[in-house]
């Protein structure tokens, strides 16, 4: 792992959470994230070393190595809020209570693959962005 990368996991079949993906990776200017799927072998790992309960936690895992792991809406601002400029203003919403946030992450979370679709296999990235993948 290369030091001061940040790892995003996500759900590899969503197609909500593979679109996501891609709007990060062409915002992210400063290549701070790197990605694995939750179904991956290095996802299950860091899961595990975290003891992240995966039956409550299903979607978007924000990893900052050696300094905290971030879940649901505070991952999603984090990750916005890294990408500078406007985006920091995503700040604001940190002050509405985790639990009203969490509420409307988890409502979209549940209906992800009946609004969005989901894939038979997770995302193959293209030769160009391999390295920005774990595993």
Known sequence: MEIGKRIILFDGVCNLCNGAVQFIIKKDKKDLFRYAALQSEIGEKLIAERGI????????????????????????????????GLWKGLALFTWIPKVFRDVIYDLVAKNRYRWFGRKDACMIPTPELQAKFLG
């Open 53 to 84: 309960d995966t039956s409550k936690v299903d979607s978007i895992i924000l990893i900052e190595p050696g300094v905290a792991y971030f879940v649901k809406s505070d991952a999603a601002l984090k990750i916005g809020q890294s990408f500078g």
